[in-house]
């Protein structure tokens, strides 16, 4: 089957105040009775939740851009530069000022939407995103297709192997970290797609490395490497995802985060899934900018040939696809948006 790709921001949106009834069935009712809600609320609460939340849809250009956000305003447009002339990042957020649920919120609307885009194409190809913290760079699909494919090929792809993850320099939950630190399978992949995909050594993040986090996620003690499953940035057809995000939110260990529980998924199905060991795709600034200069980060704002605003990887060289804002890097990613809006407009 011919993968079918559309862009498309999908956000929370509530629909209690208007009083329109959600169009779709619970989500209970899609996945089965299997999911586990100690973690944050009982089923009950969990259900009345999802009765009160819907998704809005937008296109901008052609692979769909997936992200839950109850916070921004309405209506909302991703950060950033659009990918094209054509192309609209804005939504209708309607979800403005509705409590945010913990990450059970971003992954049960992600997989409801999941399952429900894999009934109409198994194919259709996906980015799942943070929304609060992320912000487009400027590039558009064939520079997304290029990496992505690369990525893949560098990291010996066989026929199962369709999902790129991002990758960050911190563990996080810190007792994981071994886990990918001292596993052959992954550090060996991590070299060969830093150096045939960007011909980059494996310590290239040692420049970028000021680590002011101690405590959370703080930097391996030596051998430093940007080399850690982060779950803020997750590509693939929905057909691949669907099992993915099945096990983060209905599996894993009781009470354990989202990303404890991709990380889990990821460790016992290494053929199936990789990460952006380069950050050619997205660049998660955790411990890479905090406490130093702006100017000394990582990414910076040019101005291409058409005097259109870009973000840059001063790693990679390249256009600096998503940028995401994870642990403290947020305030570098806030800074970034921020110019780009005022470059652009488009926030």
């Given at each position: 089957m011919v993968v079918r790709t559309a862009l498309v921001l999908v956000f929370v949106s509530s629909l209690c105040e208007q009083g329109l009834a959600l169009q779709s069935s619970p989500l209970k009712d899609d996945l089965g009775n299997d999911v586990d809600n100690t973690d944050e609320s009982s089923d009950d609460v969990?259900?009345?939740?999802?009765?009160?939340?819907?998704?809005?849809?937008?296109?901008?250009?052609?692979?769909?851009?997936?992200?839950?956000?109850?916070?921004?305003?309405?209506?909302?447009?991703?950060p950033g530069r659009n990918a094209g002339v054509h192309a609209d990042t804005s939504v209708n957020n309607v979800g403005v000022g509705e409590p945010w649920k913990y990450y059970r919120t971003k992954n049960g609307l992600m997989l409801k939407w999941i399952?429900?885009?894999f009934q109409k194409d198994p194919g259709t190809m996906a980015i799942m995103i943070d929304g609060g913290d992320m912000v487009f760079g400027g590039c558009d699909e064939g520079f997304l297709w290029w990496k992505y494919g690369q990525i893949l090929k560098?990291?010996?792809?066989?026929?199962?192997?369709?999902?790129?993850?991002?990758?960050e320099l911190a563990s996080f939950p810190i007792e994981m970290g071994w886990r990918f630190r001292e596993n052959t399978t992954w550090e060996q992949r991590r070299s060969?797609?830093?150096?045939?995909?960007?011909?980059?050594?494996?310590?290239?993040?040692?420049?970028?490395?000021?680590?002011?986090?101690k405590m959370f996620a703080p930097c391996d003690s030596e051998n430093m490497a940007y080399r850690y499953p982060n779950w803020g940035w997750v590509m693939g057809p929905v057909r691949d995802l669907l099992p993915l995000f099945e096990f983060v939110y209905n599996k894993g260990?009781?009470?354990?985060?989202?990303?404890?529980?991709?990380?889990?998924?990821?460790?016992?199905?290494?053929?199936?899934?990789?990460?952006?060991?380069?950050?050619?795709?997205?660049?998660?600034?955790?411990?890479?900018?905090?406490?130093?200069?702006?100017?000394?980060?990582?990414?910076?704002?040019?101005?291409d040939k058409r005097n259109q605003p870009f973000i840059l990887n001063k790693i990679t060289k390249q256009l600096c696809c998503f940028a995401h804002g994870n642990?403290?890097?947020e305030a570098l990613i806030g800074s970034l948006s921020r110019q780009m809006n005022n470059l652009t407009g488009a926030v």
């Open positions: 969990m259900l009345e939740m999802y009765a009160r939340y819907r998704t809005g849809v937008r296109h901008i250009g052609n692979i769909n851009i997936v992200t839950v956000e109850t916070r921004a305003g309405d209506p909302m447009k991703l399952n429900e885009t560098a990291s010996g792809a066989g026929p199962n192997m369709k999902i790129v993850m991002s990758a060969a797609v830093n150096k045939q995909v960007e011909n980059l050594p494996d310590d290239w993040v040692l420049p970028y490395t000021p680590c002011s986090d260990i009781k009470g354990s985060m989202d990303q404890s529980r991709a990380q889990w998924w990821m460790l016992s199905h290494p053929d199936r899934v990789t990460l952006d060991y380069a950050g050619s795709l997205v660049l998660s600034t955790h411990q890479m900018a905090h406490g130093r200069p702006e100017s000394a980060g990582p990414l910076e704002i040019k101005m642990g403290n890097g």
